[in-house]
């Protein structure tokens, strides 16, 4: 896997996982092995609050992620079109010393 991909598949890793919970968000120690902290724990509206913190807190990581990504595949596609017209100029330039070769 070239380096390009591996930066795809990193970026979008954390965007595609998906968090369970046992019931309604923030209320109260889950299933998964581990009780998210005592305000967590303790359920109620502390619990509520800070599960919708911390899902606010992802989503805006979500959005950076995807703004980074954006930007990353916008350079690589200016890189691309530079390298389109880089070529396109040496097609260009040999096709003229061709066509000098066969007036001579």
Same mark, same amino acid.
């Given at each position: +896997?070239?380096?390009? =991909? $591996?930066?795809?598949?990193?970026? /979008? $890793?954390?965007?595609? @996982?998906? $968090? &369970?919970?046992? #019931?309604?968000?923030?209320?109260? =120690?889950?299933? #998964?092995?581990?009780? #998210?902290?005592?305000?967590?724990?303790?359920?109620?509206?502390? #619990?509520? +609050?800070?599960?919708?913190?911390?899902?606010? !807190?992802? !989503?805006?990581?979500? *959005?950076? %992620? /995807?703004?980074? /990504? *954006?930007?990353? /595949?916008?350079?690589?596609?200016?890189?691309? %079109?530079? %390298?389109?017209? $880089?070529?396109?100029?040496?097609?260009?330039?040999?096709?003229? %010393? &061709? @066509?000098? &070769?066969?007036?001579?």
């Amino acid at each position: +896997m070239n380096v390009i =991909a $591996r930066t795809r598949v990193s970026i /979008l $890793r954390p965007l595609v @996982s998906v $968090r &369970m919970y046992s #019931g309604e968000p923030g209320s109260g =120690a889950g299933k #998964g092995g581990g009780g #998210g902290g005592a305000i967590r724990e303790a359920g109620g509206t502390f #619990g509520k +609050m800070e599960a919708a913190r911390e899902d606010e !807190y992802f !989503y805006k990581k979500q *959005k950076e %992620q /995807l703004a980074n /990504l *954006k930007g990353h /595949l916008n350079k690589e596609i200016a890189f691309h %079109q530079d %390298q389109i017209k $880089r070529h396109e100029d040496a097609i260009r330039r040999h096709k003229e %010393q &061709m @066509s000098t &070769m066969d007036s001579k």
